[in-house]
């Protein structure tokens, strides 16, 4: 059974840095794309980087800068390093990852809350 397991969210102040990382587990498949996602409240859930197995990187706009996504494939982790985090940066933050040839799968989240 494939399973996704995020860590690293929690309580920043603005400006600061957190480091999120995702397991992928469960699987002797390849994966292909691993990307972030994050929902904040009353909002849609938004992609915020995609990586490939090949490691080309896509960001959201808004992140482009500030986040930077990797990934180990060695270690079927991918993470995402965000930094001069903002406020509406505050969401919960879902792992999600491209499994050839089995499926797409999602973590649980990690919540990521960004003070003034």
């Known amino acids: 059974q494939v399973q996704l397991v995020e860590s690293g969210g929690g309580l920043v102040q603005a400006g600061g840095s957190l480091r999120l990382s995702c397991v992928v587990s469960?699987?002797?498949?390849?994966?292909?794309?691993m990307a972030w996602y994050r929902q904040a409240p009353g909002k849609q859930r938004e992609l915020v980087a995609h990586?490939?197995?090949?490691?080309?990187?896509n960001y959201a706009d808004s992140m482009k800068g500030r986040f930077t996504i990797s990934r180990d494939n060695a270690k079927n982790t991918v993470y995402l390093q965000m930094n001069s985090l903002k406020p509406e940066d505050t969401a919960v933050y879902y792992c999600?990852?491209?499994?050839?040839?089995?499926?797409?799968?999602w973590g649980q989240g990690t919540q990521v809350t960004v003070s003034p």
């Open positions: 469960g699987t002797m498949f390849s994966i292909n794309i």
């Open positions: 990586m490939t197995s090949d490691g080309g990187a």
């Open positions: 999600y990852a491209n499994v050839v040839a089995v499926g797409n799968y």
